[in-house]
């Protein structure tokens, strides 16, 4: 099953305009309310997830699934001014995402660096920022065929930090700010793409689990 594609922007009144999208495909996959309301919080947690590693963008949102299992796919593209450019150059130039708290700051960080260095290879790409996640993209699938190119995995994120945390401050500080996240405790995985100035969010929930 296959929702309908929902056009919307950063404006906050389309965003929440998204749960009508949700609530259709919630009743169409027969999820309880229970299931709904966990759907709904995963769709509006994707879409401030987007607000914050990009601020303004459009772009369209809809939702597969298949028994109790349900994938929530976002594109957006991102507002590339001048300014944000410089920006972007600036944090990958200065090794700032090396210190970033939280993990949405980790997020970011990781997002703005693949924007930036985009066309340059993913084997020198990854080696930069592999302790964040960076994933192999032969491993994921359920992108567009225009294909994104997979960046960050929450799987592999996840995995990587549970073997360092207890040998490791900084892992284990990564893995409590990972535990606040709604989307890091609710979903099951979370797949990042980036191709130039447009960014492809997966997000996979099964609620037969």
Known sequence: MKSEVFMLNSDAGRMAAARYVTEEFARGLGLDKHESLRLEL?????LGMVKALVDD?????WFEGEGKRCEIHLQATA????DRREELLSISS??????????????KDVVSG?????????????REVARYGIVNP???????????VPIWSLQTYRTGLET????????????????????GKLADDV???VKGDRIEIVITKDFAR
Not at 57 to 61: A, D, E, T, V
Not at 79 to 82: E, F, G, R, S, V
């Open 114 to 126: 693949a924007m930036h260095s985009f066309g340059r290879s993913m084997n020198d790409y990854g």
């Open 138 to 148: 032969a491993d994921v699938g359920g992108f567009a065929v225009d294909a994104m």
């Open 79 to 82: 507002d590339m001014n001048t």
């Open 164 to 183: 360092q945390r207890l040998d490791n401050a900084e892992a284990d500080a990564a893995w409590d700010e990972l535990e606040k996240s709604i989307v």
């Open 94 to 107: 200065s090794g700032r995402n090396a210190a970033a708290k939280g993990f949405m700051a980790m997020l």
């Open 191 to 193: 797949v990042v793409g």
């Open 57 to 61: 963008f459009y772009g369209q949102i």
């Open 42 to 46: 995963l769709t509006e947690e994707t």
